[in-house]
């Protein structure tokens, strides 16, 4: 079985070396496409939210709001009292900075391989002001906001899915940390958001090479090409969401699930972050199943009942 993957591996990789010298138009013109995409809809919404983010974390600003509202979460989803402070630093990070950030507080000791496991499903967050951007394309503030508001919210009914057992941890407390001067974190963050950005660029060029060439070899009407692109990695699909002529209703039910989702880019970091800890990419996958079915239910519901 091995000796097959191998040979199927070698198969796949000369042919793809084929087609991009066969059709090297294509490869020049998703490089051009995929920064241009980035410099104009990923880079100056994510930029100044990567520093905030790092910022808030590592300034500890949050660390009394934690200890306050840990007994809550901790009842509510049968987590550690840490675990509440991973969760507000993934909603601040986002994605796939929440693994980082799950696996650095496990291998602290910080948080319990149980806690890891279930917020590694729950703690999904596609950074707001990128969504705001990349999906006032295609929709209204009110349609685009509602659409945010319900990605969000899932991710907190999908938490209620992994609380079957109490956490073997959960008599630990946050403590308290110094608060560092802004000033001195400020480089180290624009560091860190620019290195950040890169991988994106990196990532979205990479899936935009493949979904082109896919879509050279297998010619896809306008919808396929959403689905398909939404598969691989969301930017570039929301980003051509807007050329779908149909029911607006339906347009906002695919863009929700391609978000939930997240494409394969996502899923691809998030298994490379987490591959050499006891944390299961299977409880991520099965995280974002239920965000799909979750928020496209509430959304529907949520929009029958505003035009009921």
Not at 79 to 102: H, M, R
Not at 123 to 149: G, M
Not at 203 to 216: A, G, P
Not at 225 to 233: A, F, H, K, S, T
Request: contains cysteine; aromatic residues 12%; charged residues 10%.
């Amino acid at each position: 079985m091995n000796k097959v993957k191998k040979i199927f591996t070698i198969i796949l990789l000369f042919s793809f070396i084929y087609l991009l010298f066969k059709y090297n138009f294509i490869l020049q013109k998703s490089v051009n496409d995929a920064v241009i995409l980035w410099l104009n809809k990923v880079f100056p919404s994510l930029f100044i939210m990567f520093i905030i983010n790092d910022l808030i974390i590592n300034s500890h600003i949050l660390d009394n709001l934690c200890n306050l509202i840990s007994p809550i979460f901790n009842k509510i989803y049968h987590v550690s009292g840490t675990s509440l402070e991973c969760f507000i630093l993934c909603l601040f990070s986002g994605t796939p900075s929440s693994a980082y950030i799950i696996k650095e507080m496990l291998n602290n000791n910080s948080i319990s391989e149980e806690d890891a496991n279930k917020l590694i499903s729950f703690t999904f967050f596609s950074n707001p002001l990128f969504l705001y951007n990349i999906l006032s394309i295609s929709f209204n503030k009110f349609i685009t906001l509602k659409i945010i508001v319900v990605h969000y919210i899932t991710n907190l009914l999908i938490g209620l899915f992994y609380r079957q057992n109490k956490s073997n941890n959960s008599n630990i407390t946050i403590k308290t940390k110094e608060n560092i001067n802004f000033i001195k974190l400020t480089p180290n963050a624009i560091s860190k958001s620019f290195n950040t950005l890169l991988m994106i660029l990196g990532t979205i060029t990479f899936y935009m090479i493949i979904s082109n060439y896919l879509l050279k070899i297998i010619p896809l009407n306008i919808m396929g090409e959403v689905i398909l692109r939404g598969i691989l990695e969301i930017t570039q699909s929301l980003n051509i969401l807007s050329n779908l002529n149909i029911l607006s209703i339906i347009k906002e039910i695919i863009a929700l699930s391609i978000i939930s989702f997240g494409g394969l880019s996502i899923h691809t970091q998030i298994l490379n972050i987490i591959s050499d800890t006891k944390v299961k990419y299977h409880n991520f996958l099965i995280g974002r199943i239920l965000h799909v079915l979750i928020s496209t239910t509430i959304y529907i519901f949520i929009t029958i009942t505003i035009y009921s």
